[in-house]
């Protein structure tokens, strides 16, 4: 994709460049978070958050679930894309037509206008928990991009390089911000340092990260 394309394809309001590939949108989704809430209670009913294991045997302190076609896991074997939650043997719950719809949108802002996610990883953070700096690789075409979206108590998210030793930047990330990760940026390094103590109206004591993935 061309520089002129992606730029066509931003909104000419709120569209920010991180690094080559990387679109921050703030408050993308804030309009719309009450109505993302209440869709992902129900997805949550079917499939309530838990604390996976690493392949090293850790418990992460991030809960996971997961809607969508495919859900991402870990447990002792690995991690993986899934047509079935480990814990209840059923498929995932269907993406919820809200989750599919910004989640497109906001890809088309930041210059992929085909993005049609098959996974939305739900990520709930509590204070203290954190996310070891890591690439996401176990999708088939880094071609994709990554949506996520950030909702409840803001955190900070940790940004590195192509490799595991190059410094990380640090970005606040702040209820309804979205990010798309595409290009240059799909592969970079990046984690989620612990988060801090706090109360958000929507989330209570928690942030909940969304991310959109084509992982088939
Ligand atoms: C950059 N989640 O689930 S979102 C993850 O806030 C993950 O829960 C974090 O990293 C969270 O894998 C970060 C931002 C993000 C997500 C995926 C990316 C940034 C990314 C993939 C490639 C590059
Ligand atoms: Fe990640």
């Known amino acids: 994709m061309s520089g002129g394309d992606l730029l066509a394809g931003m909104q000419a309001r709120g569209a920010e460049t ?91 802002a930041a210059g992929f206008p085909a993005f049609a996610p098959d996974c939305c990883l739900i990520n709930r953070y509590h204070p203290g928990a954190r996310l070891a700096l890591h690439q996401d690789r176990d999708e088939r075409d880094f071609a994709q991009p990554i949506v996520s979206v950030s909702l409840g108590l803001p955190a900070t998210f940790l940004f590195g390089g192509l490799t595991r030793s190059e410094h ?16 240059a940026a799909r592969l970079v390094f990046h984690g989620v340092a612990p988060l801090a103590q706090g109360e958000h109206p929507l989330t209570g004591s928690a942030r909940i990260n969304l991310t959109f993935r084509k992982a088939a």
């Not at 076609?69 to 043997?89: A, Q």
């Not at 640090?170 to 990760?181: A, K, Y």
């Open 18 to 108: 991180l690094a080559e590939g990387a679109v921050l949108l703030r408050g993308f989704a804030a309009d719309e978070a009450p109505d993302l809430s209440r869709a992902l209670e129900s997805v949550l009913a079917a499939t309530p958050f838990r604390h996976m294991l690493t392949p090293g045997g850790h418990r992460m302190s991030v809960a996971m679930s997961n809607c969508g076609r495919l859900g991402w896991v870990s447990d002792r074997r690995g991690y993986r894309y899934d047509e079935r939650d480990p814990e209840s043997h059923l498929p995932w719950p269907p993406m919820p037509d809200a989750f599919a719809a910004l989640a497109a949108r906001a890809a088309k």
């Open 168 to 183: 990380p930047r640090r970005l606040r990330l702040e209820h309804g911000d979205v990010v798309v990760w595409g290009g």
